[in-house]
């Protein structure tokens, strides 16, 4: 049978979700607040600020991250009236106001403030349990992104060996939520600024209204400093923190795990030693409650049956406050490695890393608006899985990524109709994800 394409006056749309993304944006009052802000120089014209700020992070909850993205939904009703605009911009107005409202410092604190407001939406933050009690993780890394081949402000070369930007990211619970972010030239040292961003994201948890007695904060090597230390035992906040071993010898640390430590032999040839060394103290402090938690390997034989000459030594260190014993701590570490996945929705599933300006400022008001899509989608895909009636199919994950519910939940067709003085979004017979999105519509449109 021969298949005609023909073009109707229907009006179907490709993007259902974005009438969930408009729902939580046009709930936040901070956004709103854009609208009053004191931008005497910002010419506002038909389009509000706030209007500005609810297209560019609709554009990246769609995965949409250059200015040009805009042009196609430019006349498109279905986009205009879930993100509540009086108009669509055009994409040089757009990057005119952008780069306006960039230069103002109070356009941080709203985007930051409309953040905390839209993590206070999450269903649950996850934890981890120990023998001791339950701890909501904070992660905070460094993850650059990868701009080579541009002359953007800012630009430099990055630890990873390649041109880009250092950005700073805080991440709440065990289903990622993106706490706080900070973009940061490529260049600059990773501790630089650290302890005035992680006091930040401290007071931003105290805002969603959690205990602090309840965080625990995990930091790689970089983050090893003595006033980091000092400011989350002043604030009673549990920390694992990895060390840096500077000058320290390895083989005067695998004959301390051999007195002092646990072993046990994963394999044959391989023994991990762990334990604490409360006799080690901060480097310029002595006396602070704080022990060196270690993980020392000794390999006489390598992974392919090889017998070494010389054993490989490695050794891991921590500095912490928990009570747990060495195993426990070392295994709540190690789950700090799922934050690289984090990175990698904003980079891949988001397609956020090549940044769209060649302002710094621009591209770090725009990192805050993906962070404002980065958690619209978290929750969306997580309130959904709390909904297992009226799931398609069974999930065994407890977090799902931003690429999937890009998938099942915002890129749905859809027909939109007026009648009776109302609007109707109408889906397929055979849509599987009806159920789930009429659920989220009404809970949070």
Not at 26 to 38: E, F, G, I, Q, T
Not at 156 to 171: L, Q
Not at 216 to 238: C, F, P, Q, T, Y
Request: hydrophobic content about 40%.
């Amino acid at each position: 049978m021969k298949v005609k394409v023909q073009q109707g006056r229907e009006e179907i749309n490709s993007i259902g979700g974005i009438s969930l993304i408009g729902g939580l944006y046009n709930s936040l009052k901070s956004v709103k607040k854009a609208d009053s802000m004191h931008a005497s120089k910002v010419k506002t014209g038909k389009i509000k600020h706030s209007g500005i700020i609810k297209t560019v992070a609709g554009l990246f909850a769609l995965g949409k991250n250059d200015y040009a993205d805009v042009t196609p939904f430019h006349k498109d009703s279905f986009f205009r009236d879930c993100l509540k605009l009086n108009a669509v911009p055009s994409e040089a107005t757009l990057r005119q106001r952008l780069d306006e409202l960039a230069l103002l410092q109070e356009m941080f604190t709203l985007t930051r403030s409309g953040n905390v407001e839209l993590v206070g939406k999450a269903p649950e933050f996850g934890f981890e349990k120990t023998s001791y009690g339950k701890y909501i993780p904070l992660d905070i890394d460094v993850s650059p992104f990868d701009n080579s081949g541009s002359n953007k402000e800012g630009v430099s070369w990055t630890y990873k060996n390649h041109d880009g930007y250092a950005p700073i990211f805080a991440y709440l619970g065990t289903h990622g939520y993106m706490l706080n972010c900070e973009l940061r030239p490529g260049s600059q040292h990773s501790n630089k600024g650290a302890l005035e961003f992680i006091r930040q994201c401290l007071d931003m948890a105290e805002m969603l209204g959690v205990d602090l007695k309840n965080i625990l904060i995990r930091l790689d090597s970089a983050h090893d400093d003595l006033e980091i230390i000092e400011e989350l035992l002043k604030r009673g906040v549990a920390f694992i923190i990895k060390r840096n071993l500077r000058k320290e010898s390895k083989e005067q640390w695998l004959s301390l795990a051999r007195r002092v430590g646990e072993s046990h032999k994963p394999r044959q040839g391989k023994t991990v030693f762990s334990g604490e060394a409360s006799h080690i103290p901060v480097a310029g402090r002595e006396g602070l409650p704080v022990f060196a938690t270690f993980e020392v390997t000794e390999r006489t034989i390598d992974k392919h049956g090889q017998n070494l000459l010389i054993p490989d030594i490695e050794v891991n260190t921590f500095w912490t406050n928990l009570p747990d014993e060495a195993r426990t701590v070392i295994e709540l570490y190690h789950a700090h490695g799922t934050s690289e996945q984090y990175h990698s929705e904003m980079k891949s599933d988001l397609n956020f890393e090549r940044m769209p300006s060649g302002k710094f400022a621009t591209n770090a008001l725009l990192l805050q608006l993906a962070m404002l899509a980065f958690n619209v989608l978290r929750i969306l895909g997580q309130s959904a899985l709390k909904m297992k009636e009226a799931l398609p199919r069974k999930f065994k994950v407890h977090r799902r990524r931003l690429r999937s519910v890009l998938q099942d939940l915002v890129y749905i067709a859809c027909k939109r109709t007026r009648h009776s003085n109302s609007i109707f979004l109408k889906f397929g017979r055979h849509c599987p994800w009806f159920e789930v999105f009429r659920q989220l519509h009404i809970k949070f449109c």
